[in-house]
């Protein structure tokens, strides 16, 4: 997926790959980490159902940031 920074700061998550919706779908009220691609190091958190994001402290992102969703561990 992508994330997006809005003009007021929030993130948008933009799906690019059918899977990640239906993994979301399928994890209950959970927050589900990302990161970016070809890592394991989460950079913050996506809720399943309102798709609302959090960064982890200290974890930068460029305004439109390519991530993947990280299996539960």
């Known amino acids: ?3 997006i ?3 007021d700061g ?3 998550a933009h799906f690019t790959i059918l899977w990640e919706v239906t993994y ?3 994890a209950g009220e959970r927050w589900v980490p990302f990161a970016r ?4 190091h989460p950079l913050g958190e996506i809720h399943a159902h309102t798709h ?3 960064l982890y402290p200290g974890a930068t992102l460029s305004a439109r940031q390519v991530v993947t969703l990280l299996p539960e561990g």
């Not at 691609?37 to 394991?40: I, V």
């Open 37 to 40: 691609p070809h890592t394991d």
């Open 24 to 26: 979301l779908a399928e």
């Open 52 to 54: 609302a994001i959090r």
């Open 10 to 12: 929030a993130w948008t």
């Open 5 to 7: 920074k809005r003009e």
């Open 1 to 3: 997926m992508r994330l």
